[in-house]
C-alpha cells in the first residue's frame, strides 16, 4: 500500500549527484557525497536529507578512518531511515563502485513510523532509477560486519567491501 508521501527534489538531485561519476578535479571530488541519510519531514508527506547526515568523499581517510563503519554509526538506533552508500568493493575479477540503498527499520523503532516507512518505500525507490542494490536492516548486526552487503553486491565473488577483507 502507498503512503502517499512524496519525495523532495532535493533528495532526487543528491541521488542523481551521486549516480553520475563524471570526470572532475580532486577538489571538486572531494565534495562528492560518499553516503547520505533520508527521513521524513516532520508533518511526515515528504521524504527529505535528514540534516547533517551525509559523509562527503574528502572526508574519507582524513577526516573519517572508515567511512562504511562511521556511515552505519549515523543510523539511529530507534527510528527507521532511508540511505544511499557510494560503496567501494573488489571481486576476484576488478574493482568496482555501486550505490547501495539502504532501508533502515530497527526492531526499537515505533510501529507507526515502521508502517509509513515501509509504506513509503517504493516511492523513493522509484526515484532512484538505475540503483541496482538494495539492503534491509533491521538491527546494526544486518550490516555491522559487511558480509550482509559483500553478499547483495556479489555473494562470494566479493572479497573486500571499502578496503576491508569479507
Avoid at 13 to 22: G, P, S
Avoid at 82 to 104: G, H, M, P, Q, S
Amino acid at each position: 500500500m502507498a503512503s502517499g508521501v512524496m519525495v523532495s527534489d532535493l533528495v532526487i538531485e543528491m541521488f542523481n549527484a551521486m549516480k553520475v561519476r563524471k570526470a572532475c578535479s580532486p577538489e571538486e571530488a572531494k565534495k562528492r557525497r560518499k553516503a547520505v541519510i533520508f527521513c521524513l519531514s516532520p508533518d511526515k508527506k515528504t521524504i527529505i536529507p535528514e540534516e547533517g547526515k551525509e559523509i562527503l568523499v574528502g572526508e574519507c581517510g582524513e577526516k573519517i578512518a572508515d567511512p562504511y563503519k562511521h556511515f552505519v554509526d549515523m543510523l539511529p538506533p530507534d527510528d527507521c531511515r532511508y540511505a544511499l552508500f557510494d560503496c567501494c568493493y573488489e571481486t576476484k575479477e576488478c574493482r568496482k563502485e555501486d550505490l547501495v540503498f539502504i532501508f533502515w527499520a530497527p526492531e526499537d523503532s515505533p510501529l507507526k513510523s515502521k508502517m509509513i516507512y515501509a509504506s513509503s518505500k517504493d516511492a523513493i525507490k522509484k526515484k532512484f532509477t538505475g540503483c541496482k542494490h538494495e539492503v534491509q536492516a533491521n538491527n546494526k548486526a544486518d550490516i555491522k560486519d559487511r558480509c550482509t552487503l559483500a553478499e547483495k553486491l556479489g555473494g562470494n565473488t566479493v572479497i573486500s567491501v571499502e578496503g576491508v577483507p569479507v
